[in-house]
């Protein structure tokens, strides 16, 4: 779990709900030693600097190109992406869309939804919107997971990597959590049998 | 739900409901781990943003300057709020005064992301605190302890800072808050559940809330720091007490006259808020520090001086 700014508490609290080990990860040793990797809801202005301060942009970056899963929600969703207009640092760019950071106005414009979600069982899930983005230009390799009744992509995968404007972290529904969980330890299963 | 003022403009263009309660304590829930910077110009906004601030409060002039110019402190200018939000895409809070709902008002149609009620400025009212749950905006309040702290989340309050004495570059107030918040905190979690009703009444506080507190071992809202942080040890300082980020108004911008060294104090303190467990990383990002806001001992303040007890 990235834990330089934004609710990582929540995330680890949604992954040891449901079983999962999760740890905090500030440096590039903690990096170094996940199966996969949750970047949180959060300011990305402020998380963008930190990962650069910090030197983790670059092992970051080399460790998704590498194939391990990630999945960001909000700000982590914008720091995956390829292309962000306004954003002054250059993001990880793991993600082949394009991310519109505050996408609905100022907070005013939060909101909240019934969100259905592609291949997800048990119906819509009450999705949270604060000060989201919105995707789009997804590339060819990127599949479409939500859109809004309006139709702008809020959530889509690309490999291993996945991304939602909502904040599922904030809700009691811990489908999505289950389901990056899965795709973590299908990917951990497929390296072992590999070596 | 608490807050049925679902008239705020949709940017959502009707895809969703606004103003909810999720929605409006959500935005703080992003802001954990974060420094709030106190600024006082479009420049001050871009340096705060620069430095990895997770939001700024847009003033008119910083607490210790308030407390040097003495008078009636007022929600700040529309024209410099609005200069400020468009100097930054991180989001801008502006302060009203105690019980000033039609500064709160404005500041709603004017869009600000969040509205700090605060004893900085002059009370307007000294006994009602705006009905917080009749705004689509969020607020921030502060508190000396957790009856006040409840109080306010009662009210409608969907982040809480504890006070420390703004302006003075003195971090004591803010330790007693943080310690008396957590100290009350502790004691609710440990009662037995027919013991709740007492501790409201002791508390001055809806019992509803105390019995959340009990369930959950921690405020219902996020809880940030405010009022003597100046330095980046200050500023784990109040996250090891508890803090789930910091407000750093004076420490900033009356660290320097230098516009580099500020950004320097500005950006330490966000790094120690990240790091604040690891005294190695404290060490490193404390150093290349040259200046520290001079600052005024709480202990030496005239009582009519001290802003915390303004508003409870």
């Known amino acids: 779990m990235l834990a330089l700014q934004g609710d990582f508490r929540e995330h680890i609290d949604a992954l040891r709900a ?10 590039a040793e903690q990096l170094a030693v996940v199966d996969a990797l949750i970047l949180p809801g959060g300011e990305s202005t402020t998380i963008a600097r930190l990962l650069l301060a910090f030197e983790l ?10 194939g391990m899963p990630a999945w960001g929600t909000c700000a982590g969703a914008i720091l995956l992406a ?11 760019g793991v993600l082949d869309v394009t991310v519109d950071r505050n996408a609905f106005g100022r907070q005013l414009d939060s909101f909240e939804a019934e969100l259905a979600v592609a291949g997800m069982a048990g ?23 939500a859109r809004l009744d309006d139709g702008r992509i809020v959530a889509c995968r690309e490999g291993r990597v996945l991304a939602t404007s909502f904040h599922p972290e904030l809700t009691d529904d811990r489908r999505m959590h289950e389901a990056f969980v899965a795709l973590a330890r299908d990917a951990v299963a497929a390296r072992g049998s590999a070596a | 739900m608490v807050n049925g003022n679902a008239a705020a403009q949709n940017g959502a263009g009707g895809v969703g409901e606004t103003a909810t309660w999720t929605v409006k304590a959500g935005l703080a829930q992003m802001l954990k781990g974060g420094v709030i910077m106190d600024v006082v110009t479009a420049e001050h906004a871009r340096i705060a943003e620069e430095s990895g601030a997770c939001a700024v409060m847009a003033l008119e002039r910083v607490p210790s300057d308030i407390r040097a110019a003495g008078g009636v402190a007022r929600m700040s200018r529309v024209d410099l709020i609005e200069e400020i939000k468009a100097a930054v895409t991180i989001p801008v809070m502006a302060k009203v005064r105690i019980g000033h709902f039609v500064e709160a008002q404005i500041l709603q149609a004017i869009a600000v992301d969040y509205i700090d009620e605060s004893e900085v400025l002059t009370p307007a009212d000294e006994q009602h605190h705006i009905d917080k749950h009749a705004f689509a905006v969020p607020f921030v309040c502060g508190c000396r302890d957790l ?54 009444k002791e508390y001055a506080s809806p019992l509803a809330l105390v019995q959340e507190v009990h369930r959950l071992g921690r405020l219902p809202v996020v809880n940030f ?7 980046p040890a200050d500023a784990a300082l109040m996250m090891q007490l508890g803090a789930d980020g910091v407000f750093v108004g004076s420490g900033i911008f009356k660290s320097s006259e230098d516009e580099r060294e500020q950004a320097k104090m500005a950006n330490a303190i966000v790094k120690a808020v990240t790091h604040f467990a690891d005294p190695v990383m404290l060490a490193g990002v404390s150093r290349g520090l040259t200046e520290t806001m001079r600052g005024r001992a709480a202990a030496s303040l005239l009582a009519e001086e001290l802003l915390a007890g303004r508003g409870n």
């Open chain 1, 18 to 27: 449901i079983g999962a080990t999760a740890s905090e990860v500030r440096t």
């Open chain 1, 57 to 66: 942009m670059e092992p970051l970056r080399a460790r998704l190109r590498a």
């Open chain 1, 82 to 92: 390829r292309r962000v207009p306004g954003l002054d640092r250059p993001p990880i």
């Open chain 1, 123 to 145: 119906g819509p899930l009450r999705a949270v919107f604060i000060r989201a983005p919105v995707i789009r230009e997804p590339g060819p390799g990127v599949t479409v997971l």
């Open chain 2, 147 to 200: 009856g006040e702290a409840l109080r306010r989340i009662g009210e409608g309050a969907a982040m809480i800072r504890t006070k420390g004495e703004a302006g003075t570059g003195d971090i004591v107030e803010a330790v007693r808050h943080m310690r008396a918040l957590w100290s009350g905190i502790r004691r609710v979690a440990s009662a037995r559940d027919d013991e709740l009703p007492s501790l409201a």
């Open chain 2, 225 to 231: 720091s405010a009022g003597g942080v100046a330095t």
